[in-house]
Every structure is written in structure tokens, then in C-alpha cells.
């Protein structure tokens, strides 16, 4: 009998998060709908003291990165991709990812994936017993979705770190993580579709730049030496 193997989805997000969906009612449109619209509501909110928002291109490390660098601080690490598409699994596992996206923008309108991250992260938020609360949000990549979850969630501070790597490196990181052989032309159409969602603009206002071209140790210390006096140590 074969192992099943778990996807890179199931792999990064908590199982806690995978459940959600399906725990707080009978069907999968109604939550969604219900996540959405507690994003946009005027409803009680959790107080989010502060949120970083960590940005750049596929393969510049952001989770890693991130994840090491603030061990130790008390964060609730939110990763954008498998989030969303845990719910697209979830909702629509006959579609395509972007097909399904663009479906549920003609009924929610534009900020639909923003709108479900800001209600996802509110729900997973109210199953925790503490009143305030540090988010780190990993993988937007537009400067109109930051400006979006950032003035539904509301944080008394928020930042952004923007992760780079030189793109031969970003290249090979991909193909390494994904386990399958890319294209160049294929990989620079997907750094391609990163601008035209407006990860350059982010950049342009990214509070931090690490360029992350060396090891993993040095990565995880150039983030940490920006974060240092602005993160929540335990």
C-alpha cells in the first residue's frame, strides 16, 4: 500500500486552519460567505496589536525566513497561498484556482481574496483565549491587498518586509521547492504575473529590503536584524 503524501498546502498550514472551513456550518458557499462578509461587516473585531506583512517573489524564502527569524515572539503566522487555496480545495476542487478566484469576484467583488484572508484570520483569531493579538501575514502580493487586510484588521502597528533574490536563485529555489522542472521563459511569466498583480509596487513601500542571495543562516539573521526592536519577544 503507498504512503499518501501530503501536499505543500497541508504541509504549511496549521490543521487547526484546514478544519475551519468546514466547522463553521453545513455548506461551503455559506462559509465563505460568512468569512467574507464578517470581513466587511461592522462586527466585533480582535485586537490585533500589530501585523507584519511579509512580501516578495515565489522562492525568496518568505515563510522560511520569517518563521525562523521570529522564533520566540508571539505571532500568529497567516500563509496567504495555502489559505486561499485550502479554500479553493475545499469550495471548488473541480476548477482551477484562478477560474475559481475570478467566479467568486464576480459575486464578492474585487477584494474577495482579501476578504476571505481578513475573515479567516478573524475567525481563527476567535478560537484563541488571549484579547490581543500579533499577526504576521505572509505572501500578498499587491499593495492594494495590504492596504485591504490592513484596514479590515486593523493593528495599532503594521510593516512590511520585502524578501528578494536575484532571479536565477529565485529560478532554482522554485523548481527545487515544487520538485519539478520549470521553463525559464514558464518561471519568468510567473514573476511576470507577481508585477502585474503590484508586487513592484510593494516594494516601493516596503518599510524593510532583505535581499536573501546567501544561506539560510544568513537569511534568517538580515531578517531578524530588521525586525530587531520591533517585534514581541516572549
Same mark, same amino acid.
Given at each position: ?8 498546502? &497541508?504541509?504549511?498550514?496549521?490543521? %487547526?486552519?484546514?478544519?475551519? @472551513?468546514?466547522?463553521? +456550518? ?9 468569512? !467574507? ?25 518568505? %515563510?522560511?525566513?520569517?518563521?525562523? =527569524? ?6 500568529? @503566522? ?15 476542487? %473541480?476548477?482551477? @484556482?484562478?477560474? /475559481? ?8 467583488? #474585487?477584494? @474577495? ?12 483569531? =476567535? ?6 493579538? +500579533?499577526? !504576521?501575514?505572509?505572501? #500578498? ?12 484588521? =486593523? ?12 532571479? $536565477? ?11 519539478? %522542472? ?13 508585477? =502585474?498583480?503590484?508586487?513592484? &509596487? ?5 518599510? /524593510?529590503? !532583505?535581499? #536573501? +542571495?546567501?544561506?539560510?543562516? $544568513? ?10 526592536? /520591533?517585534?514581541?519577544?516572549?
Amino acid at each position: 500500500m503507498s504512503e499518501t503524501k501530503s501536499t505543500r498546502n &497541508e504541509v504549511l498550514l496549521p490543521k %487547526s486552519e484546514l478544519s475551519l @472551513f468546514g466547522s463553521m +456550518d453545513n455548506g461551503n458557499i455559506p462559509t465563505l460567505t460568512n468569512l !467574507v462578509r464578517h470581513a466587511i461587516d461592522d462586527v466585533p473585531r480582535a485586537e490585533i496589536k500589530k501585523t507584519l506583512f511579509v512580501v516578495g517573489p515565489h522562492a525568496s524564502g518568505k %515563510s522560511a525566513l520569517a518563521k525562523a =527569524a521570529m522564533i520566540g515572539d508571539l505571532y500568529r @503566522f497567516v500563509d496567504t497561498g495555502p489559505v486561499l487555496r485550502s479554500y479553493h480545495t475545499a469550495d471548488g476542487p %473541480s476548477m482551477d @484556482f484562478g477560474p /475559481w478566484i475570478e467566479m467568486h469576484e464576480e459575486h464578492y467583488g #474585487n477584494n @474577495f481574496t482579501n476578504d476571505l484572508l481578513a475573515g479567516h484570520i478573524e475567525a481563527s483569531l =476567535a478560537n484563541e483565549a488571549h484579547e490581543q493579538h +500579533d499577526i !504576521v501575514v505572509i505572501g #500578498n502580493r499587491s499593495y492594494s491587498g495590504v492596504e485591504r487586510l490592513g484596514a479590515v484588521l =486593523a493593528p495599532d502597528d503594521s510593516k512590511v518586509l520585502y524578501i528578494d533574490a536575484p532571479k $536565477e536563485l529565485l529560478y532554482q529555489r522554485y523548481c527545487m521547492r515544487e520538485n519539478k %522542472s520549470l521553463d525559464r521563459s514558464e518561471f519568468q511569466r510567473l514573476l511576470d504575473r507577481d508585477s =502585474a498583480m503590484g508586487l513592484d &509596487e510593494l516594494a516601493d513601500h516596503a518599510d /524593510w529590503y !532583505v535581499l #536573501n +542571495d546567501g544561506s539560510f543562516d $544568513e537569511g534568517v539573521h538580515a531578517v531578524g536584524s530588521k525586525l530587531n526592536g /520591533w517585534t514581541t519577544r516572549t
